[in-house]
């Protein structure tokens, strides 16, 4: 049976709190498995009437130390506007879910209008969350450059040649 949470005498009627969840889940997963997640939470903050504001997965990183086994994860960072119990709602489905290795969230602020907060959250950008983004050993190694930081200009000279002369050199 479902637990009713007591409101907070502080808690304005019509005004929501502003958490900022940040979970970690397995470096191997593939898109579906990232966007079958981040499905999942915004089900769960929509329908307790929160309000998604921002949705950014900060890719593959290394962690501090090692977690289930693991020594990176995929970042997703989530901010959002919802009442009391939705956080207890969201952490438990965190907790039950394979995928996750860790979790983390802040309650930024209390008594937020949700007509002052906009949302940057589009389909677009919320599906863009799911992408597994790129390792950042791979991207400071120079393995492996994401495609956000190429050159996509016409001329066919990569990014770093166009950037004219080198600091601390002059040009002959």
Sequence with gaps: MAETRVVSSRDIPGRLREYETIYILRPD???STISDVNKKIRGIIESSGGQLLKVENWGKR???????KHFK???LFWNYLGKAGLVDEVERNLK??????????VKMDE????QAKASSVTDESFASAAVPGPDEEDIATGHRVPSIYEDDGDDGVPAEASNGPALGGEEN
């Design 111 to 114: 008594n937020v209008d949700p």
């Design 62 to 68: 290394r962690l501090a130390y090692e977690v289930k």
């Design 96 to 105: 039950i879910a394979d995928s996750v290795i860790r979790f983390y969230t």
């Design 73 to 75: 994860g995929t970042y």
């Design 29 to 31: 997963l593939p898109e």
